[in-house]
């Protein structure tokens, strides 16, 4: 049974932020909030909540596109070689924001993503994941919760989304009704910026 937690985004309660960080820590999955739709993460350190969320999504980790939540951009030599300053520029103007950027991935990756050539790094602009990401002290792995309904490709309502998840997920944030529409994605690993999903993210301040 997974539990509803409250928190609201204009001021996260330190101690709910807590729980849902020590649920982490324990390799629990949780459904938290991001500024595009509701997410699905665990801790990246931990392998078996790895390879839980990899079986929810019916794909094999090594070969999953999952994403790494991360606090801000100072952790990003973790996982991504070295890039040149235009890329960063990029990443500093969008960031953070409703982007996923794909980035070549580095030798030190977590062992599940080692033999990946790169990796897609997010910083949403949501309070809440970034204090829940700041607390535990390493990025969170994510994929978006979709839903059946063709109509409504994300899940928005957080009651619902308890109802569909319950057995599956140890915490569901309730941070009020999500959005539907995802990530704007962009491919940063070759010499030009490459759009591979247009979302949320404007493309203009590229």
């Known amino acids: 049974m997974a539990q509803l937690i409250k928190i609201y985004e204009e001021n996260p309660n330190p101690k709910e932020i807590k729980k849902v960080v020590d649920v982490l820590k324990r390799g629990g999955l949780v459904i938290y909030p991001t500024d595009t739709v509701y ?14 969320i990899a079986r929810i999504k019916g794909v094999k980790l090594e070969k999953s596109n999952f994403s790494f939540i ?3 951009l100072s952790n990003l030599s973790d996982y991504v070689k ?8 990029i990443l ?3 960031l953070p924001g409703p982007y996923t950027f794909i980035l070549p991935g580095s030798k030190s990756l977590p062992h599940p993503f080692k033999k990946r050539k790169t990796v897609g790094i997010r910083v949403p602009d ?17 994929t978006s919760i979709r839903d059946e309904d063709v109509v409504v490709e994300y899940t928005t309502d957080p009651e619902l989304i308890l109802e569909k998840w319950d057995n599956l997920v140890d915490i569901v944030i309730d941070a009020g009704y999500g959005g539907n529409e995802a990530s704007t994605v962009i491919d940063l690993s070759e010499d ?5 999903r247009e979302g949320k993210g404007s493309l203009e301040i590229f």
């Open 192 to 196: 030009e910026p490459v759009v591979i």
């Open 39 to 52: 997410g699905l993460g665990c801790d990246i350190t931990n392998i078996k909540a790895l390879e839980k």
């Open 70 to 72: 991360c606090e801000d």
């Open 126 to 142: 949501n309070a809440i994941t970034i204090e829940i990401v700041k607390q535990l002290g390493n990025p969170l792995v994510s």
């Open 92 to 94: 500093k103007r969008a």
């Open 82 to 89: 070295q890039i040149d300053t235009a890329t960063f520029k």
